[in-house]
Nanobody
């Protein structure tokens, strides 16, 4: 019943911006922390940002500080990832997942979405 669907990925030039969406269905998003993760070719999946059920954010990847922002709109049952000043090294499949609280331990997360591809290239 608990489902997450990512959207908003695509091809963007370096320095550009994208806004990813993580839409929840089958559960009340208000009670969950939502994390954004990414996996680049040949690399392990890593945490990017997390937003708690109270709206507080945690940054897991130092490389995105000052460029990425996470937010939530409980009325729309959606969490967003605003990505600015994109770099080629941001190229990856981006996933969202849910659990009670934010944690960097990937194995603790559940209800992973299918992912959305972000490609930063000129």
């Amino acid at each position: 019943q608990l489902q997450l669907v990512e959207s908003g990925g695509g091809l963007v030039q370096p320095g550009g911006s994208l806004r990813l969406s993580c839409a929840a269905s089958g559960f009340t998003l208000d009670y969950y922390a939502i994390g954004w993760f990414r996996q680049a070719p040949g690399k392990e999946r890593e945490g990017v940002l997390c937003i708690s059920s109270r709206g507080g954010s945690t940054t897991y990847a130092d490389s995105v500080k000052g460029r990425f922002t996470i937010s939530r709109d409980n009325a729309k049952n959606t969490v967003y990832l605003e990505m600015n000043s994109l770099k080629p090294e941001d190229t990856a499949i981006y996933y969202c997942a849910a659990r009670p609280t934010c944690t960097i331990v990937l194995g603790m997360w559940r209800s992973w979405g299918q992912g959305t591809q972000v490609t930063v290239s000129s």
